[in-house]
């Protein structure tokens, strides 16, 4: 969400650079340089440091979009594009809760030609779009809902380095076993250890 906002305002910005386009994406990038530094730690560290440090900067953008948007015209794209974010804040903060949520959809790589963007949820779904041809019926709802379960969880295991083969395989046979009720929190796929004599390979 934070970076569908950003992508309003970059855009303006390009057309007509004003100090206040600066200002907003200037505290923008300030968020984005605190998620820099913690990419890759645990949630527990990711959300400690987004408490300490983002969120300040994020109740600081809120007060000068707020103090901008009363000083704009309702009509002006940027009065449209402020709006665009105030509106939809609680989910733009989301990631401030949650150290397993990623500030935005956004995946930033190297590229010969520079940096490249890529949506993650659009990426995670092309081997959908790609098979679909070949499965052009689920069979009944039930089977589209099951469908959609597997693919859920598959894309759940990728996003944290699971072999998704692996972990369907193992919770399979601990449920067969009469896993208990009470700890299928250890199941999910964050929490998940496989057995010591079960190899584990990292998703691509």
């Known amino acids: 969400m934070l970076g569908k906002f ?18 907003i994406l200037e505290r923008i990038g300030a968020l984005y340089a605190v998620e820099a530094e913690v990419r890759g730690q645990p949630p527990d560290a990711r959300h ?3 408490q300490e440090r983002s969120q300040p900067l994020v109740d600081a953008l809120r007060g000068m979009l707020d103090v901008a ?14 709006a665009y974010g105030t509106k939809r804040w609680p989910a733009l903060c989301r990631f401030l809760e949650d150290g397993r949520l990623e500030i935005d959809n956004t995946e930033h790589r190297s ?11 659009e990426r995670a779904l092309r081997g959908v779009a790609v098979g679909r041809r070949n499965w052009l019926f689920a ?3 039930a089977g589209g809902e099951r469908a ?6 598959i894309q759940t295991c990728k ?7 692996a972990y369907i395989a193992d919770v399979i046979a601990r449920i067969a076993d009469d896993w208990p009720a ?17 190899p584990v390979a990292q998703a691509a």
């Not at 996003?159 to 083969?165: H, I, K, M, R």
Request: proline letters at 8%; zero cysteines; hydrophobic letters at 35%.
């Open 6 to 23: 950003r992508r309003k305002v970059f855009d303006l910005h390009e057309r007509i650079p004003t100090p206040l386009t600066t200002d």
């Open 69 to 82: 948007l009363r000083r704009l015209s309702p009509k002006s794209d940027m009065a449209k594009a402020i």
């Open 48 to 50: 400690r440091a987004r």
């Open 111 to 121: 590229h010969a030609g520079g940096m490249v963007e890529t949506r993650r949820a």
């Open 148 to 153: 959609a379960t597997i693919y859920t969880i």
């Open 139 to 141: 069979g009944s709802r």
């Open 182 to 198: 009470r700890r299928w929190d250890e199941l999910m796929p964050w929490n998940w250890v496989p057995h010591t004599d079960q």
């Open 159 to 165: 996003a944290n380095g699971v072999d998704p083969q």
